[in-house]
């Protein structure tokens, strides 16, 4: 066995109750093997930093972010970086459950994966399945728009039940892994110029590009709450928890839309069907998992039902080597190490 094992999997393994589960949310950045034109860093030289990272987790459930797919001649795209990844750490052949285009096989970038050896009952993913499409006519477009057009949606959502004890069956915990739009400008036709069509040539357009993409972030953050309240309308007593990129800090209203606060809606018999940041447990100085522009921002969430409250034992943000992502951004260098940090939390199960 594994040196890299956990607790929890030697106790599984050894056919006894588990009780203690660590559960994480790491947005990988763009992991996948480099392209030809871009040989550095290579899958190598990042897996060496990575790893030493997912072993830390010690994870039993683990989202991640940002999965690339990658082919081989005469077989389905996999997630075979990924994979590689996971090697000799406890995820070691854990069952991957990832989003997934119409084909069967796995997006060939930005998907989403829950990796754990717990048992996986059902999973799905919803894109514009609980929220029509947004439509909107844009003001900057050229040529203009002659009708409002669709505001596509990049990422779907993944939600999986998980048996958290076989040993007891129905004990299911609901993973939502998310991964929100972020804040850049969405295009809008005609208003990127420049040789890499990276100039916005007014202002409102670039504004108008940014409101694309909070539309389009709060369209998911939507769908996650409706996703929510659906699983509580079957089940009042279900356990949820909702962990991933959602590209906006905790007071940003994506956030609080997830949340569902009594103070937002100001209907106290909504109480049990609000989401609680496990971040609040931090020390705010420490409560970051991206440093951009010399500033750390915490946009990776894990929000949990209040009934998972009673069995919460604590968080962990492991930033202590984050960069600085806008060097990387302005320079065009780009780390092997991701520019998120992950998040942990653990739960005890007695």
């Given at each position: 066995?594994?040196?890299y094992?956990?607790h929890s999997?030697?106790?599984?393994?050894l056919?006894?109750?588990?009780t203690?589960?660590?559960?994480a949310t790491?947005?990988?950045?763009?992991?996948?093997?480099?392209?030809?034109?871009?040989?550095?860093?290579?899958?190598?030289e990042?897996?060496?930093?990575?790893?030493?990272q997912?072993?830390?987790?010690?994870a039993?459930?683990?989202?991640?972010?940002?999965?690339?797919?990658?082919?081989?001649?005469?077989?389905?795209?996999?997630?075979?970086?990924?994979?590689?990844?996971?090697?000799?750490?406890?995820?070691?052949?854990?069952?991957?459950?990832?989003?997934?285009?119409?084909?069967?096989a796995?997006?060939?970038?930005r998907?989403?994966?829950?990796a754990?050896?717990?048992p996986?009952?059902?999973?799905?993913?919803l894109?514009?399945?609980?929220?029509?499409?947004?439509?909107?006519?844009?003001?900057?477009?050229?040529?203009p728009?002659?009708?409002?057009v669709?505001?596509?949606?990049?990422?779907?959502?993944?939600?999986a039940?998980?048996?958290?004890?076989?040993?007891?069956?129905g004990?299911?915990?609901h993973?939502i892994?998310v991964?929100l739009k972020?804040?850049?400008p969405?295009d809008i036709?005609?208003?990127?110029?420049?040789?890499?069509?990276?100039?916005?040539?007014?202002?409102?357009?670039?504004?108008?590009g940014?409101?694309l993409?909070?539309?389009?972030?709060?369209?998911?953050a939507?769908?996650?709450?409706?996703?929510?309240?659906?699983?509580l309308?079957?089940?009042?007593?279900?356990r949820?928890?909702?962990a991933?990129?959602?590209?906006?800090?905790?007071?940003?209203?994506?956030?609080?839309a997830?949340?569902?606060?009594?103070?937002?809606?100001?209907?106290?018999?909504?109480?049990?069907r609000v989401?609680?940041?496990?971040?609040?447990?931090?020390?705010?100085?420490?409560?970051?998992?991206?440093?951009?522009?010399?500033?750390?921002q915490?946009?990776?969430?894990?929000?949990?039902?209040?009934?998972?409250?009673?069995?919460?034992?604590?968080?962990?943000?492991?930033?202590?080597?984050?960069?600085d992502?806008?060097?990387?951004?302005?320079t065009?260098?780009?780390?092997?190490?991701?520019d998120?940090?992950?998040?942990?939390?653990?739960?005890d199960f007695?």
């Amino acid at each position: 066995m594994s040196d890299y094992v956990a607790h929890s999997d030697l106790r599984r393994a050894l056919g006894a109750r588990v009780t203690q589960i660590r559960i994480a949310t790491f947005n990988l950045e763009n992991f996948d093997e480099p392209a030809p034109n871009v040989p550095h860093p290579s899958l190598d030289e990042r897996i060496a930093l990575m790893k030493p990272q997912i072993t830390r987790l010690r994870a039993d459930i683990a989202c991640f972010q940002e999965v690339h797919g990658q082919e081989r001649p005469g077989q389905p795209r996999d997630l075979l970086a990924l994979k590689e990844l996971l090697a000799d750490t406890n995820l070691a052949g854990a069952s991957l459950t990832s989003t997934k285009p119409a084909d069967d096989a796995v997006f060939d970038m930005r998907n989403l994966v829950i990796a754990t050896h717990l048992p996986v009952i059902k999973h799905q993913q919803l894109k514009n399945d609980l929220v029509n499409e947004p439509r909107y006519q844009r003001l900057t477009a050229n040529p203009p728009d002659a009708a409002p057009v669709a505001i596509g949606i990049e990422r779907p959502i993944l939600h999986a039940q998980i048996d958290i004890d076989h040993a007891a069956p129905g004990r299911l915990l609901h993973v939502i892994n998310v991964h929100l739009k972020s804040k850049i400008p969405s295009d809008i036709p005609g208003q990127l110029i420049g040789p890499r069509k990276d100039i916005w040539s007014s202002a409102d357009s670039w504004a108008e590009g940014s409101f694309l993409s909070s539309m389009k972030r709060m369209s998911q953050a939507l769908e996650v709450r409706r996703l929510i309240d659906q699983i509580l309308d079957d089940d009042p007593d279900a356990r949820i928890i909702v962990a991933g990129d959602f590209n906006a800090e905790p007071e940003e209203v994506p956030v609080l839309a997830i949340c569902g606060n009594v103070e937002d809606t100001n209907n106290g018999e909504l109480a049990t069907r609000v989401l609680v940041p496990i971040e609040h447990t931090i020390p705010s100085e420490a409560r970051y998992t991206l440093f951009h522009h010399g500033r750390g921002q915490m946009i990776d969430h894990m929000l949990v039902t209040r009934n998972l409250l009673a069995h919460y034992r604590g968080s962990e943000i492991h930033n202590e080597i984050l960069h600085d992502d806008s060097i990387a951004f302005a320079t065009d260098i780009k780390y092997p190490e991701s520019d998120h940090a992950p998040v942990v939390a653990t739960f005890d199960f007695d």
